[in-house]
């Protein structure tokens, strides 16, 4: 019989299976009967069977096992053959299908695409509302796996590259890591960089070696730390505009204020998140809110936001975290801010309304654009109207969302003040403080 192995070909295996299937059609067909077959206790050690010896039948049927015991392991090496054969020729209809679908790709009006009209498709692949991971499943990487000619129009393209997520890392982690940041701020060549940083242990040691050559080049960075408050930048950004800080620590102002500070030629958006601020700690920063048009806060009492105002003369949007305080009633004084155009209000301790009363009485925005609402458990309604009529402003969008409750008589009496107010309501807000 044929010596074979998994890679033989199939004619080969063929022509093994059909001698084996022949063997063992022999050996099927043997005979076994015996006259003594119907006696089998029965001792006839002294008789012969015409002229064969009961010793001999033995021997012969000793070899017809043997025969069959070598078939079977004849076969069960072709089974293994054809399983083998089998899982190659599957493979092969995916590479086959693969191809075919490739081919098919080809015929697309798509790969006739000049290569100027690619980078404008290509811009509107990458993900508008968070930074990027370096991550193969999603653009700007995922256009560089098609094909060698989109490959090569998005490594040239600078501006896919110029929005990254990065997280600190240690040991071999940050090796790997480190290769596809450095990989990826390469292909920015120069143009400014909008940068996301996580550190869970509160160092950027690592992040901040690795954008060293870049520091020019960051126009946005947005900073997210636990446990301890890092020193966010040992050198000055000097194109830094936009900047957000997240940290859910009770004494990080102190400790970041001077990294900010030094910032504040250029900084012109400024977010701080897991904050609370006052009067005290407005202070730290008073180098940088006169140059900024935007400001995210968080904040304990209506006086601190009537200050922070007067802080920030160019200010034209603000979005701030109503946190007040239980501190007795203290004066609000009347204040006029010129330039504010968009104004954000959440009133994250909503028991306190009376304090958010006390600030729409005191405030006047006679540029005030868009307003926006959330979660004030209950709406100063009068308070509202009066500061529209004080603030004689040019309003077009009133914003209640998420955890407000209006009523259809109350945003009539808005459009009666300005009619050309629109009114937008979440379906959602009616049921929040139910």
Not at 185 to 194: A, C, D, I, K
Not at 196 to 215: A, V
Not at 414 to 430: G, H, K
């Amino acid at each position: 019989m044929q010596a074979f192995d998994s890679l033989s070909p199939v004619p080969d295996i063929l022509s093994t299976l059909q001698t084996i299937l022949a063997s063992s059609q022999v050996i099927l067909s043997a005979d076994l009967n015996t006259p003594y077959s119907k006696f089998p206790n029965t001792d006839h050690s002294t008789i012969e069977l015409k002229d064969r010896s009961i010793s001999a039948l033995i021997t012969e049927r000793q070899q017809q096992l043997d025969a069959t015991f070598h078939q079977i392991s004849a076969l069960e090496t072709v089974m293994i053959c054809l399983k083998t054969l089998q899982t190659q020729l599957l493979e092969k209809t995916d590479k086959i299908t693969q191809s075919m679908n490739l081919h098919k790709g080809l015929l697309s009006p798509l790969w006739r695409l000049p290569n100027e009209v690619l980078p404008l498709i290509f811009v509107h692949c990458l993900p508008t509302h968070h930074h990027m991971w370096p991550t193969s499943r999603l653009a700007p990487m995922l256009l560089t796996k098609i094909c060698r000619r989109w490959r090569e129009v998005a490594t040239n393209m600078p501006r896919l590259w110029c929005r990254l997520h990065l997280q600190e890392a240690e040991g071999r982690d940050w090796q790997r890591i480190a290769f596809c940041y450095s990989s990826w701020l390469e292909r920015s060549r120069g143009f400014q960089l909008s940068l996301s940083l996580k550190s869970f242990q509160g160092r950027l040691t690592n992040i901040q070696s690795l954008l060293q050559p870049y520091i020019n080049q960051i126009s946005s960075l947005s900073i997210l730390v636990f446990r301890q408050v890092p020193e966010l930048m040992m050198t000055d950004l000097l194109a830094l505009k936009e900047l957000a800080v997240t940290i859910s620590y009770l004494d990080a102002i102190p400790a970041i204020a001077p990294s900010i500070s030094r910032q504040r030629l250029s900084l012109r958006s400024l977010k701080l998140r897991g904050m609370v601020f006052n009067l005290h700690y407005l202070s730290y920063l008073d180098s940088v809110w006169a140059h900024l048009t935007n400001v995210e806060i968080a904040m304990d009492q209506p006086n601190a936001v009537i200050h922070l105002l007067r802080l920030c003369p160019n200010l034209s949007s603000f979005m701030i975290h109503a946190v007040f305080m239980h501190t007795g009633i203290q004066d609000v004084e009347p204040f006029t801010h010129t330039k504010l155009q968009s104004l954000h209000v959440d009133n994250s301790n909503s028991g306190l309304t009376n304090n958010l009363s006390r600030l729409f009485d005191a405030l006047s925005l006679p540029k005030l654009r868009v307003f926006e609402a959330r979660y004030i458990r209950t709406w100063p309604h009068e308070e509202l109207k009066a500061f529209l009529v004080r603030s004689n402003c040019p309003l077009t969008s009133l914003d209640i969302g998420y955890g407000v409750t209006t009523t259809d008589e109350q945003r009539a009496e808005y459009v009666a003040i300005i009619p050309s107010l629109e009114v937008i309501v979440d379906p959602m807000s009616r049921d929040h403080f139910v």
